[in-house]
């Protein structure tokens, strides 16, 4: 799902949801998303950032699940927080030779194209796949 802005407040949160549980399962094997979602997300970050925008960022993230109809979800055992998915952010690279990189931003918030975000029932958007995010079986 491309959410056309997230904050960079709410990002920091699904990525502290990982990098806080970094020893939890990590059933995810592999991430699918389909050609046209991914062009369409490159394409609103050439617009929204222009020349500035020359990579892809790609950020673990665990989405946090409050819904009591969620249960479709896996998730970490004991614990309200998603398998590990991932959010694409447009970036701009800093520094080459360490591969640095700065998300860009525009007024505080981000174009996002977020891996598999949970929903209150389950509505496979055919696009960003399932949680956690899985390819057949590899």
């Known amino acids: 799902m491309i959410d056309d802005k ?3 407040a709410d990002l ?5 949801n990982h990098r806080n549980n970094f020893n939890s399962p990590f059933l995810t094997n592999s991430v699918v998303i389909e050609l046209s979602h ?4 490159i394409n609103k970050a050439k617009v929204e950032h222009g020349a500035a925008f ?3 960022k ?4 665990r989405y946090e699940l409050t819904k009591d109809n969620q249960e479709y979800i896996k998730k970490i055992p004991n614990k309200d927080l998603t398998q590990v998915s991932l959010a694409l952010v447009p970036a701009n690279i800093t520094n080459p ?4 990189v700065d998300d860009l931003k525009k007024n505080n918030k981000k174009i996002a194209l977020l891996v598999c975000k949970p929903a209150t029932t389950w ?4 696009k960003t796949g399932v949680c956690p995010p899985k390819c057949g079986g590899t």
């Open 38 to 41: 991914l062009e369409e997300f």
């Open 12 to 16: 920091d949160v699904l990525i502290g």
């Open 97 to 100: 030779a360490e591969w640095k």
């Open 58 to 61: 790609f950020h673990f993230i």
């Open 123 to 126: 509505d496979k958007d055919g």
């Open 6 to 8: 997230i904050s960079s």
């Open 54 to 56: 020359d990579a892809i």
